[in-house]
């Protein structure tokens, strides 16, 4: 990795928690640390699953339990067990959590204006541009790609939603029994894989890699999730597949895609595939692609 971008970001990172004032253990002039303020805004006003905090914030559940402890003492948070399942725990805030809550958002919009009033207006869009686009890139690397079997509880997640979108964009809708859709051993290993991605824990998007002896490699079944599009999670998803195919010695990748997928028609051809006649039967496919890899 180059040394002079992880200088730029270390740089970045420390002018950042200074100009906020994370370093401080009263924050935004409160008797409570960054920690335990970032938590009650992450509660919010319907409570949320404490299991669900830790995932959302990447937090251990040794800290985040302190975390509770002092917020709970503090009178601000209750913890009770879901009525069903005792091992669950919810967190809610109190009167005077909301209260406490409401006083660090007035707070932090003070501290926000700070750093943009001694900007003049074309200073303050660029910042602001910038932040978006940091947003942006920060949570793109947040997203994490993993391996598993088609039949996990995220895969069939992010398969349903797939279906859904299906349904609401074919003109024809769409309907799984009609389309050539591999089961679920084509996409477990030697024969095949599927990927999931999740962003804090939450399945967000979804690609299968069907590897048969006598064929090229096929995508399938590849979605990204609406709120996460931009993120360049189905060029990451194209290319670990296609480094997935080539480490099993295939040298052609094939797809095949609906017309009504305008954007993901581009993709493909962006991404190096080519248009090719037709190697299958799909009913709801009006686009066959093959791209040559594994060789340079």
Not at 14 to 28: A, I, N, P
Not at 165 to 188: K, M, N, V, Y
Request: proline share 5%; glycine share 8%; aromatic share 6%.
């Amino acid at each position: 990795m180059d040394v002079a971008q992880i200088d730029q970001v270390r740089r970045f990172n420390r002018t950042v928690t200074e100009r906020v004032g994370v370093l401080h253990d009263h924050y935004l002039g409160r008797d409570r640390p960054i920690g335990e303020a970032r938590l009650l805004w992450e509660i919010g006003e319907q409570g949320q699953d404490v299991r669900r905090l830790r995932e959302r914030l990447g937090l251990d559940s040794g800290y985040v339990s302190r975390l509770l402890r002092a917020l709970e003492r503090d009178g601000l948070v209750t913890l009770e067990p879901h009525p069903e399942d005792r091992r669950v725990r919810t967190v809610r805030l109190t009167d005077a959590g909301r209260a406490e809550r409401a006083t660090l958002d007035r707070r932090s919009d003070e501290l926000a204006g700070s750093l943009l009033e001694p900007l003049n207006s074309a200073q303050r869009t660029r910042l602001v541009a910038a932040m978006a686009e940091v947003e942006r890139l920060l949570t793109a690397a947040t997203v994490t790609v993993d391996a598993v079997d088609p039949d996990h509880p995220d895969a069939q997640h992010c398969l349903r939603s797939y279906f859904t979108e299906l349904q609401e964009r074919f003109e024809t809708g769409f309907d799984p029994a009609r389309s050539l859709l591999p089961d679920a051993g084509e996409l477990r290993p030697p024969h095949g894989l599927f990927l999931v991605a999740r962003l804090h824990g939450e399945p967000v998007g979804c690609a299968g890699l069907k590897l048969p002896p006598t064929a090229p490699a096929e995508i399938k079944r590849m979605w990204v999730a609406p709120h996460t599009r931009g993120l360049g999670l189905a060029r990451r998803f194209l290319a670990e597949l296609e480094t997935r195919a080539a480490e099993h010695g295939r040298d052609v990748l094939r797809l095949d895609t609906n017309k009504a997928l305008d954007a993901a028609i581009g993709l493909y051809h962006s991404f190096g595939f080519q248009e090719v006649a037709a190697f299958n039967d799909e009913p709801y496919a009006h686009h066959w692609f093959e791209k040559r890899i594994g060789k340079d």
